[in-house]
Structures are given as C-alpha cells and as structure tokens.
Antibody, heavy 116, light 112 residues
C-alpha cells in the first residue's frame, strides 16, 4: 500500500522554527518528485514547495521562499520541510504529496502547525 | 502567486449535472495540458479525480469528466449523487520564474 505519514507539527511562537517530516512507503521513493501543500483552517489548498527526485531542484511559493527549506533523504524514504521565521499566517495543516509526473496522486493525512 | 479562479459554490439536485470552472492564464491552465482536479471531503485529504485535463485515475467514477478551452478548465459531474457533496479544487503547473504549482480557490458543491 502506498502511504505517506507526516509528523512534526506543533504549536510554536511567531519567529520560531519547526521541522516537518514525511515518511514514505509502498513505492520507490527516489523515483518521484515530492511536494508540500498546506491548508489554513477553513481555507483552500496552497502549494508550498517541491523537490525533484534527487534533491537537486527545489521550488517554493513566494509566501515561504527564504524562510522554508525542502529536502529529502532517499536512503530513509523521507521528505522534510524546515520552517524558520514562522508567522501566524503559516498556521495550517501541512500535507506531503507524491508526484505522478504532472499531478499529485498520493497525499498523506497531514500534520498541524499552529503559530501562536 | 495568484490562485486559479473558481466559483465559491455550485449546487444541484440528485441526478442533475453540474459544471465547475477554473480560470487561469496562458502561463498555467491555457499553456499546458496539466490541469487536474481534486475532491476533498471534510476532514479528509484531497483525492485526485481528473488529471491531464481529461484523464481519470483508476477507480474514479465516469460521472466525473474534465475539459479545457483556452485559459479555462472545467469539471463536470453527471448524475449528481449525495456523496459528491465536497470541496473541489483545480490545479496546474505554472510556467513562472521560478516554476511553481498553483491551486484554484476551491468550489463547495452542495447536493440539494
């Protein structure tokens, strides 16, 4: 079974830092681009970042560029999101998602980050 | 990075057909056949129901169909059922500098 499990969400003060993790199983992790997507309470989906299969390419939404860093460890089948200088507007449920070439075909259940 | 534009809500009676629009630009929806649609029930993760504008993943009902004209993509749900009540989001690759991925504003579908 293809599975993604996020962890690391917490309550953190503004200006603080947090590292999210996503454990992947059931597929060849190193073959796929991976994404982080977030959803603020009662709001829509917002794409956050992606990392290529080998980690060589990373892209970010304007709202997080310079504060967040995406990375992966293919030896551990894991995806990460280092979040610095957190703001109240970063409060959201954070999903990791697997890319199937042109779309996100598998999503985790999310981990909640609260900045307050 | 502006979101793709969707109507906030669409409603219909059981058995009817409804269509949700998703308007972007030539840098995203209009420029590539990479539009996909997600269904999200309350408290659940999004689930892809259409990818590459018109294709359905295995297991997704044929009542869901997608299309595109110019900078606007559309999702049609035929034979509306109560379980179709959910939020729907379109998404697309965006050829910006740097490249990005963008979601629509979301549409709440209500089955009357």
């Amino acid at each position: 079974e293809v599975r993604l499990v996020e962890s690391g969400g917490l309550v953190v003060q503004p200006g603080g830092s947090l590292r999210l993790s996503c454990a992947a199983s059931g597929f060849t992790f190193e073959d796929h681009t991976m994404h982080w997507v977030r959803q603020a309470p009662g709001k829509g989906l917002e794409w956050v970042s992606l990392v290529s299969w080998d980690g060589s390419s990373t892209y970010y939404a304007d709202s997080v560029r310079g504060r967040f860093t995406i990375s992966r460890d293919n030896s551990k089948n894991s995806l990460y999101l280092q979040m610095n200088s957190l703001r109240s507007e970063d409060t959201a449920l954070y999903y990791c998602a697997k890319s199937a070439i042109n779309y996100l075909d598998v999503w985790g259940t999310g981990t909640t980050v609260t900045v307050s | 990075q502006s979101a793709l534009t969707q109507p906030a809500s669409v409603s219909g009676s059981p058995g009817q057909s409804i269509t949700i629009s998703c308007t972007g630009t030539s840098s995203d929806v209009g420029g590539y056949n990479y539009v996909c649609w997600f269904q999200q029930h309350p408290g659940k993760a999004p689930k892809v129901i259409i990818y590459d504008v018109t294709d359905r993943p295995s297991g997704v009902s044929s009542r869901f169909s997608g299309s595109k004209s110019g900078n606007t993509a559309s999702l049609t749900i035929s034979g509306l059922q109560t379980e179709d009540e959910a939020d729907y989001y379109c998404s697309s690759f965006r050829n910006s500098s740097p490249p990005s991925y963008v979601f629509g504003t979301g549409t709440k579908v209500t089955v009357l």
